[in-house]
């Protein structure tokens, strides 16, 4: 007969003396450290416990879950109430004082990003997109929108990116893509089933890929020839929060406006006969 839990936290106190020594130094962790393992991916948690990610797999199956994001869920369950604080001087428990944390959270966002971007990473990845015939853009639920809104802003001084949203239709691209192409895939984790098939096959294709993500030791980012990193801590109650994709769309701007340099000319004139094609769309 199974024990109730009031806790997954509980439950690994119980269950900890029936665990292997590597998975100790897991439950160890994660009681000292839960509400930060819920913004952890698996590979970051793995290097924190100096295991492997098929470990973290084991311990959480330990526990009757699926997998490694149910537990992080059961984590988010400790700390799911909401907090009455202050910030910028006015109490969360105040339209005013959720509306300063809205404005801090996003501007927080950028600021991160902003860190953990590297110039060369951006530049190698504008190169990739400067000598590629066709850009393919992709992702999984909200990081698939992140994916259309690239490649909206990209359409704008050249026709040569798109966006493509069905998983199959993705992989079907991917097939019949080229060497001269390239693949800008959106996985905050990094960790979603679609994005690594499209890897793995640009990967074994020689199609150039690039990744914008949260994790840099994630699955993904082992497959991708560019890792671009974006801001925002995101709980696994959050799916797609505005933060993460301010985030986002920092690292898409800043993939713009450094493409636009390098083209000003070709970038200049295609804006222009978009502009008159439009023009007659406004009243």
Known sequence: M????????????????HLTTAEQRIADYVLAQYEQVQFMSITQLADECNTADATVSR???????????????????????????TMDDHPLDTQTGRTHRVARL???????????LRPEQVLQAV???????????????????MASECAHLFSTVSGKFYAVADSHLQMSAVATMSKQDAIMLF???????NG????ELAKSRGIPTLLVTRFPKSPAARLADVVLRCGSSEGPFQFGSVPARIAQLTVIDILFQEYCHRNQESCAEN???????????HV
């Open 59 to 85: 311990f959480c199956r330990r526990l009757n879950l699926k997998g490694f994001n149910a537990f992080k869920i059961e984590l988010a369950k400790q700390t799911v109430q909401q907090p009455v604080d």
């Open 127 to 145: 190169t990739i997109l400067e000598k590629a015939a066709h850009v393919m853009t992709i992702g999984a639920g909200g990081s698939m929108i």
């Open 2 to 17: 199974e024990v109730p839990y009031a806790s997954i936290l509980d439950q690994i106190r119980d269950s900890y003396l």
């Open 271 to 281: 804006i222009r006969l978009i502009a008159s094609a439009l023009a007659g769309k």
């Open 106 to 116: 996003g501007r927080d966002a950028i600021q991160q990003t902003i860190d953990l």
């Open 187 to 193: 996985s905050y984790s990094g960790a979603t089933t």
């Open 196 to 199: 690594l098939e499209a890897l």
